[in-house]
């Protein structure tokens, strides 16, 4: 198994915490032997805003520890930075502090998020001057608070996102000056509907290379392993479990065996039922995938 200090790369997915953080935690790790976690702590598709409770949060937080498990956190899937829209830009910036915060509550790692997109074409020059305006502020705050880091998310193409292709990336973390609080995060479904061609011995190899050149070698922090339903460069986002889509198992090999994602987190966001039958399944291949 891949190693960085001698600490196992933590592998694990996107848990269903029904019922509780903590109790939602304690059923996915037993379930599927994760040893890393991401959720929600609000509604994924909507903008209203939970407090959370203090009693699931604490035994979030403790239940990691015991486990050795390393969390993370999704934030609300309609946050788009880059809106031409001056409200959505407004609640999308609420709903990442308010991911920063819970984050920090239950002792999370960094908050995902989604790259987004201009929308409108006349507001493509001004799109990354408005994630200039607002994100810049927001990372300055999160470093001096101590929250967890945020990560960006490439997606998967179509529209006028602001970030598909790992190329992107460039233009995205200049548009903050390379704030040292904001990471990336890479989505495997999603390059591959953007049109990085993974399922070719060597592709996957020559993606991560692009993302080290374009975003720089400590950039990445989290990794989202999905297989695909769609062709390459589809831009559509359906995942489908590992080794049984159009990406297949090969290219996951290649993956976690590459320098770039040595002791990088991996989470699967494959389907899987309430009993998380399949993501166990995911991360045994992904666990011997690794190399010793």
Same mark, same amino acid.
């Given at each position: 198994?891949?190693?960085?200090?001698?600490?196992?790369?933590?592998?694990?997915?996107?848990?269903?915490?029904? /019922?509780?953080?903590? *109790? /939602?935690?304690?059923?996915?790790?037993?379930?599927?032997?994760?040893?890393?976690?991401?959720?929600?702590?609000?509604?994924?598709?909507?903008?209203?805003?939970?407090?959370?409770?203090? *009693?699931?949060?604490?035994?979030? /937080? *403790?239940?990691?520890?015991?486990?050795?498990?390393?969390?993370?956190?999704?934030?609300?899937? !309609?946050?788009?930075?880059?809106?031409?829209?001056?409200?959505?830009?407004?609640?999308?910036?609420?709903? !990442?502090?308010?991911?920063?915060? @819970?984050?920090?509550?239950?002792?999370?790692?960094?908050?995902?998020?989604?790259?987004?997109? =201009?929308?409108?074409?006349?507001?493509?020059?001004?799109?990354?001057?408005?994630?200039?305006?607002?994100?810049?502020?927001?990372? &300055?705050?999160? &470093? @001096?608070?101590?929250? $967890?880091?945020? !990560?960006?998310? $490439?997606?998967?193409?179509?529209?006028?996102?602001?970030?598909?292709?790992?190329?992107?990336?460039?233009?995205?973390?200049?548009?903050?000056?390379?704030?040292?609080?904001?990471? %990336?995060?890479?989505?495997?479904?999603?390059?591959?509907?953007?049109?990085?061609?993974?399922?070719?011995?060597?592709?996957?190899?020559?993606?991560?290379?692009?993302?080290?050149?374009?975003?720089?070698?400590?950039?990445?922090?989290?990794?989202?392993? +999905?297989?695909? *339903?769609?062709?390459?460069?589809?831009?559509? &986002? @359906?995942?489908?479990?590992?080794?049984? /889509?159009?990406?297949?198992?090969?290219?996951?090999?290649?993956? %976690? +065996?590459?320098? =770039?994602?040595?002791?990088?987190?991996?989470?699967?966001?494959?389907?899987?039922?309430? &009993?998380?039958?399949?993501?166990?399944?995911?991360?045994?291949? !992904?666990?011997?995938?690794?190399?010793?």
């Amino acid at each position: 198994m891949l190693m960085v200090s001698g600490v196992p790369t933590p592998v694990g997915g996107h848990a269903l915490v029904g /019922g509780g953080l903590g *109790k /939602g935690l304690l059923r996915y790790v037993e379930q599927t032997t994760a040893t890393a976690v991401q959720v929600y702590v609000s509604n994924p598709r909507g903008w209203a805003l939970t407090a959370g409770d203090p *009693k699931q949060d604490d035994a979030f /937080g *403790k239940g990691c520890a015991e486990h050795g498990v390393t969390a993370y956190v999704h934030a609300a899937l !309609l946050v788009n930075l880059g809106s031409p829209t001056e409200a959505t830009v407004e609640r999308s910036v609420a709903t !990442l502090e308010h991911a920063l915060r @819970r984050a920090h509550a239950i002792g999370a790692q960094g908050v995902v998020f989604h790259a987004g997109s =201009a929308v409108d074409p006349t507001h493509a020059e001004r799109a990354f001057a408005t994630v200039r305006r607002v994100l810049l502020p927001l990372l &300055d705050e999160a &470093d @001096r608070q101590g929250w $967890p880091q945020l !990560l960006v998310e $490439p997606s998967a193409g179509g529209g006028r996102s602001l970030a598909s292709r790992v190329e992107h990336l460039e233009q995205y973390l200049d548009a903050v000056e390379r704030h040292p609080h904001l990471g %990336v995060c890479f989505d495997t479904c999603h390059a591959w509907a953007a049109g990085h061609d993974l399922a070719t011995p060597g592709g996957m190899t020559a993606t991560l290379d692009a993302l080290v050149a374009a975003a720089g070698a400590d950039r990445l922090r989290l990794i989202h392993a +999905n297989d695909s *339903k769609d062709a390459c460069g589809s831009t559509r &986002d @359906r995942h489908e479990s590992l080794g049984k /889509g159009t990406i297949g198992a090969a290219a996951f090999a290649e993956l %976690v +065996n590459h320098p =770039a994602a040595g002791g990088v987190p991996l989470i699967v966001e494959t389907p899987s039922g309430s &009993d998380a039958g399949e993501h166990a399944a995911d991360i045994r291949l !992904l666990r011997g995938s690794m190399a010793g």
